[in-house]
């Protein structure tokens, strides 16, 4: 039993979030379970608790307790629970965890209800528990320590990236070519991840097209949203906005991450009441325009090798970037083949939500990526290109498991080596 | 008065029946529009060009939802048909109110009789059927799993109106011109049978029907059939 103060707690926390969207999804739905083969988890499991519509029940259930006149009445007849009711949080805790934020239910679903959405409040009742994901509180500290300590963290930094500087020199045949950091009144700010895998290829194409850019001495990934703490996933986004309003940049570019594009571009809105005041774009948005624009120049069909492309849920279904990277594939190569479904029916690949970070996920997510694996295998593509973080460590999980035998490429990455010099 | 007293308290709860529906209904909307919206549009892509297509597109997902077909064949299958007949039976009781002279005009009475009869029947058939199916797939895994005793009242009292329905339809011998003056005897406040009703045993069968209509009604408003109107707002957010 939880002590009363903490119910109440959980109890506000609820009433807090309830807004208009979630008043129609909790009301409405028919329970059909039209979305169960939806899920990609539920799909490959065959455990009802992964049923998108069994997830979403747990917090109905807690809603018809507190806030329905008839639930509280006959709780029975919509099995309302008690906040506190252990079961009920063990499996919420598992369910809304494991959920990669795909929205593929949402597509399918015939009153478009959306899980993600109720699961988020899920989360903020398990945070006013105390009984959120540790490791993703972790790593959401973390870099909100990082933020705090910048200094520290800049000498080794920077260290890092005159080192590679040589590379892009050579690569480019520019002997100017660097990667700047913190330089102001530059057009754009690049936000990357950590690890110069993310950086190099992109530093490569920006002093290719001779952009006026520089680079965020913060990573884009942000571990305060996929744990569910506004508070937190605010400040660790808080990091980049006052970097790029320190800077004066017009534009920031966030790098091959789904997660992070939408956080800058929707999120940060939602929790902060106002739009941050710059423009935000999406890497592969970027690329393909500077190819369009003939600020760079790549080189057609460097091989024959069959290349696909995996929709990240957050950069096609929730991000809104179809055509942007197949554009780019296209103008690499002739031998670029689809997965099926592709663009807003794209199956997820199985690690999204964080789940790529949290061991005790790993064997769920490689088994519940049987679908995307599958479905890569069909094309018999030797090349697969995802603009996600996340989607790409997931697929490189995919690729070893199920013997996939390809390569997983990011979309800078492949631009960058097939970059006209 | 020649109303045994269930039917008599039968069509007096028609009057709260109504009251009630209209009320929670009112209720539900006022709390709906009330509530705060969230700030941001999280609508799936790819969203519509313009507010003519979103429009457009509301519409479509509510009304045929063609994405669940791919995902469930059936169950788009008989919520279509159900849906359906549900609507044409609904819209066949307007005969209670008033004939629809303007078809009886054109075809003749005893063509809109057969029209009725054969029409209204097949409609409560396929509703029963539909039913059967929706209450046969809540006793299967995994939709036992995820169905609570809501979703088997609202089945069970809505085979109670469709069966008894067709009981009328296809056993009873009373006219419509009778089912007409009982309903209209209610809609003036003055709930009575006529002599063919108070003669009829069809009459047990009547107010059953009412009555279960009346306890739908009343639940209606309380139950996740709200969808009625909610699913054109929640369509209309993945459309934002
Ligand atoms: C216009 C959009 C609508 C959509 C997309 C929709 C969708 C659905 C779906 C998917 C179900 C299946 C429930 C199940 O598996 O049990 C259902 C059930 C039902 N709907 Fe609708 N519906 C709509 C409108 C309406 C309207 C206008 C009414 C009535 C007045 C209505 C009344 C019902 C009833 C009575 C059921 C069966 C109850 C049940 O199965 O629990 N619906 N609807
Ligand atoms: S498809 Fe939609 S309405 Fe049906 S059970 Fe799933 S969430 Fe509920
Ligand atoms: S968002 Fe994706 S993972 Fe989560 S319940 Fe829906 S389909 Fe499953």
Known sequence: MLDIEKKELMIQTLKNKVNKQLLYYLDVCARCAICRDACHQYKV???????????????????????????????????????????????????????????????????????????????????????????????????????????????????????????????????????????????????????????????????????????????????????????????????????????????????????????????YEAWTGQKPPFKVSALIDSISRYIKDGLIEVNKNPSSEIVTYHDPCQVGRNGGFFEEPRYVINAITDNFRELTPNRTKSWCCGGGGGLVAIPEMDEFRIKTGEIKANQIKETEARIIISPCENCRLQLDSLNEKYGMDIKVKSMMEFVAENLKV | MNMDPFSFIVAILVYVAVIVFVAGMTFKIIVWAKSPRMKINLGIYPKPRNGFVRFFRIIRDSFIFPQTLEVDRWMWVFAMLFHAALFV????????????????????????????????????????????????????????????????????????????????????????????????????????????????????????????????????????????????????????
């Open chain 1, 45 to 267: 499991t065959r455990d009802p608790k992964y049923i998108p519509a069994y997830r979403a029940e747990l917090i109905r259930r807690l809603y018809k307790k507190y806030f329905s006149v008839l639930g509280k009445l006959f709780p029975k007849i919509y099995e309302a629970k008690d906040i506190d009711d252990e079961f009920l949080l063990s499996e919420l805790y598992q369910v809304t965890y494991a959920c990669t934020g795909c929205r593929r239910c949402m597509y399918y679903c015939p009153f478009s209800i959306d899980t993600l959405h109720i699961l988020s409040v899920a989360k903020a009742i398990l945070l006013s528990a105390g009984m959120e994901n540790q490791i993703l509180r972790e790593l959401s500290d973390a870099a909100i320590m990082k933020g705090e300590n910048i200094e520290l963290f800049k000498d080794i930094f920077v260290t890092m990236l005159k080192e590679s500087e040589p590379e892009i020199r050579e690569k480019i045949k520019d002997k100017n070519a660097q990667i700047p950091i913190d330089k102001k009144n530059a057009d754009v700010l690049y936000v990357a991840l950590s690890g110069m895998h993310s950086i190099l290829p992109a530093a490569i194409i920006f002093d290719k097209a001779k952009i006026n850019w520089t680079l965020s001495m913060f990573e884009a990934a942000n571990y305060g949203y996929f744990l569910g703490d506004s508070q937190k996933a605010k400040t660790i986004a808080d990091r980049i906005v006052s970097e790029a309003k320190r800077l004066n940049v017009k534009e920031v570019i966030i790098t091959e991450c789904g997660h992070a594009y939408r956080v800058m571009n929707f999120f």
């Open chain 2, 89 to 240: 039976a609904l819209f066949g009781h307007f005969r209670l109110v008033r004939e629809f002279t303007f078809v009886s005009n054109v075809i003749g009475q005893d063509n809109l009789n057969t029209l009725g009869a054969v029409g209204g029947g097949t409609m409560g058939i396929i509703m029963l059927i539909a039913l059967g199916y929706y209450l046969f797939r809540r006793f299967a895994s995994p939709y036992k799993d995820i169905s609570v005793p809501e979703d088997f009242i609202l089945i069970i009292l809505l085979a109670g109106i469709v069966g008894l329905g067709d009981h009328m339809r296809f056993f009873g011998a009373v006219h419509t011109e009778d089912y007409r003056e009982y309903f209209q005897s209610i809609m003036r406040f003055k709930p009575a049978f006529n002599e063919a009703l108070a003669q009829s045993q069809t009459r047990w069968v009547l107010s059953w029907h009412v009555l279960f209509v009346n306890l739908f009604v009343i639940y209606f408003p309380f139950s996740k059939l709200v969808h009625l109107i909610g699913t054109f707002f929640a369509n209309k957010v993945r459309s934002e």
